[in-house]
């Protein structure tokens, strides 16, 4: 029987980023949601067509997952799916300091 594996399980890194990022309060996942939907758009040098094309091309209202429940955590995350591996590292080198402050005090 095989285990289904996410897309993001795929790279250790990423999971981590992703189980740390899954267990914050709703608040903070939204703070960290914002941040990346702002930089992504810099770290696909300002091709802003593409980053409008990879949130237009998922409907969060057909998935289940647990980031779908908010539209800026979706977002977010499906901005991250489409990144290349370099892109990604980049993006959560940049915002990791605040998922791992949110992670360590719960707080907002």
Known sequence: MKKYIRWYD??????????????????????????????VPKIIEGDYEKFVKIIADFNPREYQRW???NPNLHAAIEALRDLDEAQREHLI?????????????GTV
Request: glycine share 0%; proline share 2%; charged share 35%.
């Open 10 to 39: 795929k790279d250790k890194y990423l999971s981590a980023f992703m189980r740390l990022l899954e267990d914050l309060d709703p608040e903070a996942q939204c703070e960290v949601a914002v941040d990346i939907i702002l930089k």
């Open 67 to 69: 980031y779908d429940k």
């Open 93 to 105: 080198n940049q915002i990791s300091d605040i998922v791992l402050k949110h992670s360590k005090d």
